[in-house]
C-alpha cells in the first residue's frame, strides 16, 4: 500500500481506458460496477478526450457470489443493436478482474451470437502504470486496426 | 426501430423494494455514482477531518479528481492505494504504518478512513485495525465501509459518512434550549434559506450546519443544541442516533412536499423551541397555498416524465402529482426507505406509472416519444422537444420550508417554452436584457438565487468582473452560458 497526499499515480488500467475511449466510434463495455465507469466518464470528458461510446453493466452482489454474465450477455447485444460497432472492447474492472471472471472465455462463448468482434480487455489495474496501459491499449488497436 | 419496451417494466403499484426496479436497457452511462462518491463528497466537507480512501489507484485518482471538481477542497484528503501483494497478504501493517504517519505529521483531530469495492470484496476488517490503532494516534479514527456492489448509488455513502461522525460527539456539559443543528445541508449557503432567516430572527442560535461548512468541533457539539433540523434525507440515520444515544429531537423539513405538511413542521419545532413563528408561518403557509391551488388550476391532468434529476425522483412526481399531474414513468437511481411515503401519495393521486432504473439516455428518448408527455423532468438536453416542455429541478432552493415549494411551483407555471431552460440560462438571459419571453423574476431575486447556488458563486467570485462584462458584452455572455451547459 502506498500513502499519497496528492494523485496517485494512474495504473494500467486506467491508461487503456483513456486510450480506448479516444478512438472514435469505439464501443467499451465494462463489466463492473457503475461508479468507476462514472468517474471515468466524468474523467474523461473533462479533458475533452472521451470519442467512444463507453458503458457499463454494473454488477451487484448475486452476480459476483455466482458469476453471472447474463447481463454482459444482453448489454453486448444492446450495445450492437444501437451502434453496429465493428469491435467491442469487453473490459474487466477491478472487481471481475479480482474474483477471476474468464473474460476471455466469455467473449469466446459469446462471439458465434455476435456480428461484432468481442476484444476481452483483461486488465484490472494491477499489472502496472498508466503507460504500460497506453502502449498495451496502441497495441491492442493495431491488432484490430483501429487507430485514435 | 424500437429498442426497448416499456412493458418490461413494473408499474408502481407492484414495487414494493429496490429489487422491483430494472432498467429498460442492459447499460449504463455515465452510469450511478457510488458510495465512495457520497462518503467521499460529504466527508470533505468538513474542515479538519483527514479524509483516507483506501482502494486502487481508480478510486483513489478518481475520488480525488471529482472532489476537486466538485467542491474546490480536497487539502484533507489521502490516498492509500493497493497492490496486488496488500490484496493477497492483507494491509495491516502497512495501514497501520500510514495511519501512523497522517498523525505524526499532519495532526487531525479526526481521520476517517473509506474502504472500496476491492478491500470489501476480500474482507479485510477496517473496523477493527481501527479500534486497535486507536489507543496509539492522537486523532479520532472512524472507518466507512463502501462498495457498490451492495446498494445502488452515492446515497448510502453519505449516510453512513453522517452516521460514523457520531463517534466525535460528547455528552454535553449543558443544552442551550435556543438553539439548533441544521443536519445534511450540503449547501454552505444555508443562512440565506427560509428556516435559517425565520430562526435567527426569533433570536435563536444556529449551533452546527452538517457537513457543509461544519468542522470537527462543530460536530462535537452537536449534542448541545435542543433539536436537530433535518434538511436531507442522508443525514436521517445521523438525527437517529442523536436522538438514541442524546435524547435530542429531531424535526424533518426534507420530506415535505405539501405546504400542510411544512406548518406542522414549523409548528414542532416552534413548540419544541418555545417560539412563535405562527404570523410567520401563516403568511407563508397561506400564500403557498394559494400559489399551490393556482398552479393545480393549470395543470390538473397535465402528464409528465420524470428522467434524470438531482431531486429524489419520487419525492418530485409525488408533489406533482399533489399537483394533479399524472406520471407516466418515473426514471429513478435508488428505491430509499423514505420513498415510501411517496409511493403512497403517487397511488393515492390514482397514478401507475411504469418505474425504471436510469441507465442511458436512449430508453427516456423511446418513452418520449412513445408516452408523448406534455412535460417531462431531466436534467439532461434533448434539444427541440416540440410540444413537449423540459424542465430542470436540480438547482431548486435548499429544500428547508415553502421556499422550495415555491420555487418548484414557479418553474412549471407560466406555461411556456421559457421552462426549457434551467434558472442558470434565464439568469443569463435576463442579465443580458434579452430572451425569449419575461421572467417573473427580478434581478434582486435572481441575485438571491446566484447566492443560494455554490456553483454560481463560485463563479462569481473567480471572476469579480464578470457581472459588469456580461452586461456589457453579450457575447461574453453566450460564451459562459455554454461553459456552464459544458459543466452540466
Same mark, same amino acid.
Given at each position: 500500500m502506498k500513502l499519497y497526499k496528492s494523485y496517485p499515480e494512474p495504473n494500467d488500467r486506467m491508461g487503456m481506458l483513456r486510450t480506448l475511449g479516444a478512438v472514435k466510434d469505439a464501443c467499451i463495455i465494462e463489466f463492473g460496477t457503475a461508479g468507476t465507469t462514472h468517474f471515468a466518464v466524468k474523467a474523461m470528458m473533462q479533458q475533452g478526450g472521451l470519442q467512444a461510446n463507453l458503458y457499463s453493466t454494473g454488477l451487484d452482489d448475486s452476480e459476483i457470489t455466482f458469476g453471472s454474465h447474463k447481463k454482459l450477455e444482453q448489454a453486448i447485444r444492446e450495445a450492437e443493436s444501437l451502434h453496429e460497432p465493428k469491435h467491442i472492447f469487453i473490459m474487466a474492472s477491478s472487481v471481475t478482474a479480482v474474483i477471476g471472471i474468464d473474460l476471455g472465455s466469455i467473449c469466446t462463448m459469446l462471439q458465434d451470437k455476435t456480428k461484432a468482434q468481442l476484444i476481452p480487455v483483461t486488465t484490472g489495474g494491477f499489472r502496472g502504470d498508466f503507460d504500460l496501459g497506453v502502449k498495451n491499449a496502441r497495441k491492442l488497436l493495431q491488432e484490430t486496426g483501429l487507430s485514435v | 426501430m424500437k429498442n426497448y419496451d416499456l412493458k418490461t417494466l413494473k408499474k408502481l403499484c407492484h414495487i414494493e423494494k429496490e429489487a422491483d426496479i430494472k432498467p429498460l436497457s442492459a447499460l449504463q452511462s455515465p452510469g450511478s455514482h457510488c458510495p465512495l462518491f457520497g462518503a467521499v463528497m460529504t466527508a470533505t466537507a468538513i474542515e479538519d477531518l483527514a479524509v483516507v480512501v483506501a482502494g486502487t489507484e481508480e478510486c483513489t485518482w478518481y475520488s480525488r479528481n471529482l472532489t476537486s471538481m466538485k467542491q474546490g477542497r480536497n487539502e484533507n484528503l489521502f490516498s492509500l492505494v493497493v497492490s496486488k501483494n496488500d490484496l493477497t497478504f492483507g494491509c495491516q501493517k502497512k495501514l497501520e504504518e500510514s495511519i501512523m504517519k497522517i498523525d505524526e505529521l499532519y495532526k487531525p483531530k479526526a481521520l476517517l478512513i473509506v474502504t472500496t469495492c476491492v478491500l470489501e470484496l476480500i474482507g479485510e476488517d477496517f473496523e477493527s485495525i481501527a479500534e486497535s490503532m486507536q489507543n496509539r494516534v492522537k486523532a479520532e479514527l472512524m472507518v466507512v465501509r463502501t462498495n457498490h456492489f451492495k446498494c445502488s448509488s452515492q446515497t448510502t455513502g453519505m449516510e453512513d459518512t453522517l452516521d460514523a461522525l457520531s463517534v466525535l460527539m460528547k455528552a454535553p456539559g449543558s443544552v442551550e434550549v435556543k438553539s439548533v443543528n441544521f443536519l445534511g445541508?450540503? $449547501?454552505?449557503?444555508?443562512? $440565506?434559506?427560509e428556516l435559517y432567516r425565520l430562526l435567527t430572527k426569533q433570536g435563536i442560535k444556529i449551533n452546527s450546519v452538517v457537513p457543509a461548512g461544519g468542522s470537527v468541533d462543530e460536530i462535537q457539539s452537536l449534542p448541545e443544541a435542543a433539536v436537530n433540523i433535518v434538511?436531507?434525507?442522508?443525514a436521517l440515520k445521523l438525527a437517529e442516533t442523536l436522538q438514541s444515544d442524546f435524547n435530542m429531537e429531531y424535526i424533518r423539513f426534507d420530506n415535505t412536499i405539501d405546504p400542510e405538511g411544512l406548518k406542522e413542521a414549523y409548528v414542532n419545532l416552534a413548540g419544541i423551541l418555545e417560539i412563535n413563528l405562527s404570523r410567520e408561518v401563516g403568511e407563508l403557509y397561506n400564500s403557498a397555498k394559494s400559489k399551490l391551488e393556482a398552479a393545480e388550476k393549470k395543470l390538473k391532468g397535465k402528464t409528465f416524465l420524470w428522467g434524470r434529476s438531482k431531486m429524489p425522483a419520487f419525492k418530485g412526481s409525488a408533489f406533482l402529482c399533489s399537483l394533479g399531474m399524472r406520471p407516466l414513468m418515473i426514471e429513478t437511481s435508488e428505491l430509499h426507505e423514505s420513498d415510501m411515503a411517496y409511493l403512497d401519495t403517487i397511488r393515492q393521486s390514482g397514478a401507475d406509472p411504469y418505474v425504471s432504473r436510469v441507465s442511458i439516455p436512449a430508453p427516456f428518448h423511446e418513452a418520449l416519444a412513445e408516452l408523448k408527455p406534455d412535460f417531462f423532468i431531466s436534467h439532461e438536453y434533448f434539444g427541440d422537444s416540440g410540444r413537449m416542455k423540459q424542465l430542470n429541478f436540480d438547482h431548486m432552493g435548499g429544500g428547508t420550508g415553502f421556499e422550495a415549494l415555491n420555487e418548484m411551483t414557479d418553474s412549471l407555471?407560466?406555461?411556456?417554452?421559457? $421552462?426549457?431552460?434551467?434558472m442558470k440560462d434565464r439568469l443569463m438571459m435576463k442579465m443580458s436584457g434579452k430572451g425569449p419571453e419575461k421572467s417573473s423574476r427580478t434581478p434582486e431575486m435572481m441575485m438571491q438565487k446566484i447566492n443560494q447556488n455554490p456553483e454560481m458563486m463560485r463563479m462569481f467570485q473567480e471572476n469579480p468582473g464578470l457581472m459588469q462584462q456580461m452586461k456589457e458584452n453579450p457575447e461574453k455572455m453566450r460564451e459562459m452560458k455554454d461553459k456552464m451547459r459544458g459543466r452540466r
Open positions: - | 445541508a450540503m $449547501n454552505p449557503y444555508v443562512e $440565506n434559506s434538511t436531507d434525507r442522508t407555471v407560466p406555461l411556456s417554452s421559457h $421552462n426549457r431552460f434551467s
